[in-house]
């Protein structure tokens, strides 16, 4: 069965910092393309970063310069370092993983809360 499991979310003040992380297990196949999507109550689901098994990586624009997202795929793990924290950062940080065979095989995380608030 695969899962995703995202941890490192909690209360931050603006201006802090947070790492999430998300450990991948059960996927069989190397992941092609990994990395983290927000959703605040309201409104669509948005792309924070994603990186390719080629080493491409996008970064939303709201999040250049503040947020790093890097890779270990000796751990199937993926990392978000999130500096300079704002209020609107404020969200549930969702990762998800997408390989590609034959077909394509998306996956999410449950979800982790993010609150930046003073």
């Known amino acids: 069965q695969v899962q995703l499991v995202e941890s490192g979310g909690g209360l931050v003040q603006p201006g802090g910092s947070l790492r999430l992380s998300c450990a991948a297990s059960g996927i069989n196949f190397r992941i092609d393309v990994t990395g983290w999507y927000r959703r605040v109550p309201g409104k669509e689901r948005e792309l924070v970063a994603a990186?390719?098994?080629?080493?491409?990586?996008n970064y939303a624009d709201s999040v250049k310069g503040r947020f790093t997202l890097s890779r270990d795929n000796t751990k199937n793990t993926v990392y978000l370092q999130m500096n300079s924290l704002k209020p609107e950062d404020t969200a549930v940080y969702y990762c998800?993983?997408?390989?590609?065979?034959?077909?394509?095989?998306?996956?999410w995380g449950r979800g982790t809360q993010v609150t930046v608030s003073s």
């Open positions: 998800n993983a997408v390989v590609v065979t034959t077909r394509v095989f998306e996956y």
């Open positions: 990186t390719t098994r080629g080493g491409t990586t």
